[in-house]
T-cell receptor
Framework: EAGVTQFPSHSVIEKGQTVTLRCDPI?????LYWYRRVMGKEIKFLLH????????ESGMPNNRFLAERTGGTYSTLKVQPAELEDSGVYFC??????????????FGSGTQLSVL | RKEVEQDPGPFNVPEGATVAFNCTYS??????FFWYRQDCRKEPKLLMS???SGNEDGRFTAQLNRASQYISLLIRDSKLSDSATYLC??????????FGQGTELSVKP
């Protein structure tokens, strides 16, 4: 069974440009999460989808970040316009049990974003 | 104050050593607790859940003290392959995970 896949694995862009990250969760997983790790800091929650609905977007840094999950399958995270402080590793994770806080999250290998 | 705080690393230990990691969390309403392992340039992977009664998985033992809001991980007879960053993770309602900064472990021959 395929795990959580993320694309691209690396992205290097200039400040002011737009980047779109994609995440394909494990098939059948209703819960999809985005997390981010900036250099020297802990991994931080960005948002949580249950199917196509945003359950919790309290971690989104600002309105330059837009996440979508049309149809409740894959998700995209767009950063527009990108700033230097957006650099970091963006992880996507999915889990099966709806609302179960004890459910294991499976992480993708992440997208390394570098904004120059 | 960080929501989840861990021992600063790195921990450099010889093979066969026993090593302990500690972690505290600030939200008393936190629901679930985990240790994740992250290898260099890889994604975090669940190592084990942590229960109030304490739980063991081979050489790994995890403990939770809800009154003190304290979590621990003990690794016995450490192997070279245990070298990684160990992340203390707390889950809130709805599955949102709060990560500690991680403690790097390096096991040397």
């Amino acid at each position: 069974e395929a795990g959580v896949t993320q694309f691209p694995s690396h992205s290097v862009i200039e400040k002011g440009q737009t980047v779109t990250l994609r995440c394909d969760p494990i098939s059948g997983h209703d819960n999809l999460y985005w997390y981010r790790r900036v250099m020297g800091k802990e991994i931080k929650f960005l948002l949580h989808f249950v199917k196509e609905s945003k359950q919790d977007e309290s971690g989104m840094p600002n309105n330059r970040f837009l996440a979508e999950r049309t149809g409740g399958t894959y998700s995209t995270l767009k950063v527009q316009p990108a700033e230097l402080e957006d650099s970091g590793v963006y992880f996507c994770a999915s889990s099966q049990d709806l609302g179960a806080s004890g459910a294991e999250l499976f992480f993708g290998s992440g997208t390394q974003l570098s904004v120059l | 104050r960080k929501e989840v705080e861990q021992d600063p690393g790195p921990f450099n230990v010889p093979e066969g050593a026993t090593v302990a990691f500690n972690c505290t969390y600030s939200n008393s309403a936190s629901q679930s607790f985990f240790w994740y392992r992250q290898d260099c340039r890889k994604e975090p992977k669940l190592l084990m859940s942590v229960y109030s009664s304490g739980n063991e998985d081979g050489r790994f033992t995890a403990q939770l003290n809800r009154a003190s809001q304290y979590i621990s991980l003990l690794i016995r007879d450490s192997k070279l392959s245990d070298s990684a960053t160990y992340l203390c993770v707390v889950a809130e309602a709805g599955g949102k995970l709060i990560f500690g900064q991680g403690t790097e472990l390096s096991v040397k021959p």
